[in-house]
């Protein structure tokens, strides 16, 4: 199953996003009483909304790259499985019974009309 690949996961956007942050925010907090620092207070919040909307971002990317690499594993293994069960018994699907006809034995433990397997792998009747 061949799929467009998602863009890989990354937290540089919102690492830069926080850094921005910490600074605006320490403006903030300084000691200058201008609408400077005002300002710097709201553009402290506009980066926090921007590393968070990037931190979803990669987080979506993240769960993507997940999905597709837990698809991708799963034809893996189905592969290899079905190569294993061709090695081991000759028949692609796995296992391959062939039921022979043999002598019906009669066993009590089976009521009187029923057809079934014995414990011994022969036929009861």
């Known amino acids: 199953m061949k799929t467009v690949p998602p863009t890989p996961a990354t937290l540089g956007p919102a690492h830069a996003a926080v850094v921005r942050a910490v600074e605006e925010l320490a403006a903030w907090h300084g000691p200058d009483p201008s609408g400077a620092r005002v300002r710097a207070g709201h553009d402290a919040i ?28 799963a034809a893996r293994v189905d592969e290899l499985l079905a190569r294993v069960r061709a090695e081991r018994f000759g028949h692609p699907d796995g296992f391959a019974y062939t039921r022979e006809p043999e002598e019906f034995v009669a066993d009590e433990s089976v009521p009187p009309g029923v057809e079934g397997w014995r414990v011994d792998g022969r036929n009861a009747r």
């Open 46 to 73: 506009t980066a926090i909304d921007t590393a968070l909307r990037a931190l979803y971002d990669a987080r979506a990317a993240l769960v993507t790259e997940i999905h597709a690499d837990n698809v991708e594993r």
